[in-house]
């Protein structure tokens, strides 16, 4: 194998592809990076058995071949060079780098232990823009279950239709529901819906949210394994694909949970929400209890109420129009200012159903997004 | 060689042709789940170790299988299940279902009452006018009327019903009143909370001043003497005060077992009343009520086949309902006869359980340790006579013997035998836990 490339190019690919090393004790290979020399084209892949991804560059290649080493270190390594075009050389067991008049040699492993990564063999995609697509994800992704417990919730739930997609990820306290609308239909045949793994999401988000790039992303599915794949901009050749397997099992029927009507309704300033529940914070005692109480005192708005023997007690108010009776609900802070942080609009809309129903933050003037959260209850 | 043996042999010499490494990655949780006509199926865990397989190793096994088995002539590999859900038509958007909620939500805090068991959804026949009549009179007069109230009779008849419904009634009456119901468990709970705690006193001031106390399932409190004794005073103390309580159980005070004298003697102080096995008629009512609540509409022939089938346990004409109604629910058509017979198969009929006079002779004799040719003979040893008896009472009430036969299996017996020794274990069952404990035991042991 022996090929040119400029370092810049190689340095980006190495970043992606480290993400998806493993760390696993009886197979120390899966720390490695395949790179692979064919037709103008050099690859990179590794993966932890669980997702792999592959980076194509657009490259001169003078020999063809394949070798692996492990890839943290040739990223630390390529990052600290400062010169821009690269040889890459393999020779008996050893891969020479050298450029201008320096040269480095790295120890290679063999090829045939590197796993092989399965392809996923259906044409048909589904393809859509890569940022709302993103976005979408990263408004849900924090709110997975983080225990295997339930391996079901433990990911997001995509689902996608002809003119829409659904993201949904709740951890039974809380459930947030992103809908993204598409101006124009997909070429959809039949309605998907599938599950995918938390760790896969933060890695799409990672490599598919930047600009620049080809702004298409295709997704490819088969009965339990995913690929997202992007195009180089310059050829009609993949540029990264992300392949990850699915999660099994029946997603929750989390449709039914939504509140559909509700005790208390109340419009507030999303950012003075946000700061008086912040300040509060610093006043919860261990369990982060924080206390909403609607029109204190015949004012209009809602009090945020925090106390901690210790320290002492906040109480603070935002100004907002109720409809409905009064209450008084007590939440984990966290978890609401989990869930304002994803909204982007002015006012929010909360909805309360009493001290032991479940509560409906949504953003107003915004029907795609959807936070519910169940109280602690006051005992 | 079966299957799973077969993938054993392959994987144990599979280890030495190559690393740990290796074969700890890709042989985990592998396994054939088929064979036929010379092609295996693997079975892998994921898509990873299905290439690694096939494309690495796949000689080798080949090879393997072929030296244990000759006829093998291919292995294929797949990955079990589907992750991913297809929907061929896209469906319209579906109307909007009920919300759902959850029960317990329902249930009052201060009093554990569910309002959802009333008076009026409550269907009255031979089996529970007395209790019913009880109840209605402690409703109108609380304290005044029956105290204690004890209603006994077996699971899913209604028991609970009716005690949540007397409480209920009284607070709409008079709202003033303080009511509690509590199964038994949550006050044995409570009591042993509060020994902890040591605040045991807090606790029998708050329960002194309630005015109607509802204790379900009082045979729990057998054998947990401090609950007893705890329970024992909160009884006087409230029954001085002519506070209403009521009590069920799920048989008479008499055959509780494990229960001090004082506490029995005052359970039986006041009204005891009893709730039988509800006639036919009856059953059909019940389900008119409880489909006419669910909004179902059924045929008479549907109510009368579902009563006719299901006789002991009100609880599983629910049961039988609820399935019914999923099931209109998925199809969305009126249903049938013949479909109901097919829906409640699985509730009717359940498998039958069969045994002969062999099996049950054999349990008993090895439960107790002796030899068949004693239990079948004439010795009169205490211990052989006491498995003898045990063995005839259950030849009758396992398979139905006759009195006769049953003495004829047995040398030197008659009916006569077989009708004493069947009376004898009867009664001391009911009052002996450790007897029942024995022969639940070697009922075990003959179903196997």
Known sequence: MKLLVLKEKLKQGLSIIEKATGKNLNLPILNNVLISASNNLLNLSSTNLEIAIKYWILTKIEKEGKTTIPAKFLYNFISSLLEEKLTLEQKDKNLLVSWGENSTQIKTQSVDDFPIIPEIKEKEFIEVNNLPFCQA?????????????????????????????????????????????????????KEYSFILPQRTARE??????????????????????????????EISHPQVELISRLIEGEYPNYEEIIPKSFETKIILDREN?????????????????????????????????????????SKGFVPGNLEGKESEVVFNYRFLIEGLENMKSREISLGLNGDTGPALLRPVGDQSYLYVLMPIKNT | MDKQELWRAVLAQIQFNISAANFATWFKNTSIVAKENGEVMVAVPNSFSKEWLENKYNKLILKIL??????????????AGSALKVRQEPLAETQPEIQLEFQEFR?????????????????????????YAAATAIAKNPGTAYNPLFIYGGVGLGKTHLLQAIGNQILADIPEKKVKYLPAEKFISAIVKAIKEQSIEKLK????????????????????????????????????????????????PKAIPAIEERLRS???GGMIADIGYPDFETRVAILKSKAQEKKMELSNDILEYISSHIQRNVRELEGALNRISAHQNISKTQITLDEIKEVLKSVISSPVKTTNFKKIVQAVTEFYGLSEKDVLGKSRKKEIVRARQISMFLLRTELKNSFPDIGRKFTGKDHTTAIHSFNKIRKETETEERLNEEINLIKQRVYI
Not at chain 1, 151 to 179: H, M, V, W
Not at chain 1, 218 to 231: A, G, K, V
Request: with cysteine; net charge negative.
């Open chain 2, 107 to 131: 249930v009052d805090k201060a009093t554990n009452l569910n309002p959802k068991y009333n008076f009026d959804n409550f269907v009255v026949g031979p089996f529970n006018e007395l209790s």
């Open chain 1, 137 to 189: 994800v990263s408004q849900v992704i924090n709110f997975c279950s983080i225990t295997n417990i339930r391996p079901e919730i433990s990911g997001i739930y995509f689902n996608f239709k002809k003119d829409q997609a659904r993201f949904a990820a709740t951890d039974s306290f809380r459930l947030a529901e992103k809908i993204v609308f598409f101006e124009e239909p997909l070429k959809l045949k």
């Open chain 2, 205 to 252: 001031t708050a329960w002194q001043d309630i005015d109607v106390l509802i204790i379900d399932d009082v045979q729990f409190f057998a054998g947990k003497e401090k609950t007893q004794e705890e329970f024992f005073h909160l009884f006087n103390a409230l029954y001085q005060k002519n506070k209403q309580i009521i009590l069920s159980s799920d048989r008479p």
């Open chain 2, 266 to 268: 005052r359970f039986e």
């Open chain 1, 273 to 313: 929400f946000l700061n008086q529940i912040r300040t509060a914070s610093l006043f919860c005692a261990r369990s982060n209890e924080i206390h909403l109480k609607t029109d204190p005192d015949n004012k209009k708005g809602i009090l945020i109420f925090a106390q901690n023997p210790e320290l002492g007690e």
């Open chain 2, 66 to 79: 072929r030296e244990l088995e000759e006829n093998v002539k291919e292995v294929k590999y797949t990955t």
């Open chain 1, 204 to 233: 799409l988000i990672n490599i598919f949210s930047t600009e620049g790039e080809s702004p298409k992303l295709r997704i490819y599915l088969n009965s339990n394994q995913i690929m997202f794949e992007r195009l180089l901009s």
